[in-house]
């Protein structure tokens, strides 16, 4: 990360310029393979950072408060509320967004098995979730692969055993990701063709 300065005599011993702190940086992202490097005010977040500057309008942003799920992506394979982050903090991570899932399909631009299953079982509706309910699903897939409980797995598992995915489990695991349409039995549907 590089931070803007202004002229050069406007810049104190310190580092700071005379009218305050500097409030922007240049950064370099990688999302979806791709570096993008991009000016950006300290104060922008990921979400701001991927629907604005990086042009991936595929995560919506909802609450902008860390709630409603909406914006969330994978951060080096981990499923994070973009709308919580700053993007000046992730310089030099890997970031999928569901624009991203395509790709990490690999074969000819094929949807993800998991995008393929929510379109067979019509797991949505207003679609505006959707996005969200994907990364989630992904990361939560491989979380209960590298055996992460959650707070309704059976505490007798052996550790790191990976987690059996039971409609109990997979409802837990997608409860930060809200679906004001009630597409629920649909998601767990599908999440559940793609684990068969
Ligand atoms: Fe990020 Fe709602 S927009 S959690």
Redesign the pocket.
């Known amino acids: 990360m590089e931070a803007s300065v202004g002229r050069s005599e406007d810049v104190l011993e310190t580092g700071t310029r005379a009218d305050g702190p500097d409030t922007e940086s240049r950064v370099t992202v990688r999302v979806n393979g791709a570096s993008h490097t991009v000016e950006i005010d300290h104060r922008t977040t990921l ?1 701001e950072l991927l629907r604005e500057n990086v042009g991936l309008t595929g995560s ?12 969330t992506v994978l951060l080096e394979g981990r499923r994070v ?4 982050l700053l993007a000046v903090a992730q310089e030099g991570y890997e970031i999928v967004t569901v624009e991203g899932l395509i790709e990490a399909a690999g074969a000819d631009g094929d949807l993800h098995p998991l995008q393929r299953a929510f379109l067979d079982r019509e797991a949505f509706q207003c679609g505006d979730c959707a996005p969200g309910q994907l990364c989630s699903a992904v990361g939560m897939l491989a979380e209960a692969k590298s055996g992460q409980p959650s707070v309704v797995t059976e505490t007798d598992l052996p550790t790191d055993a990976p987690v059996r995915l039971t409609t109990e489990e997979i409802r837990e695991r997608l409860s930060g990701n809200p679906c004001h349409c009630g597409a629920y039995s649909s998601i767990v549907n599908a999440v559940q063709d793609v684990i068969a």
């Open positions: 979400l919506k942003k909802g609450c902008d408060h860390g709630q409603c799920g909406a914006c509320n973009s709308c919580l």
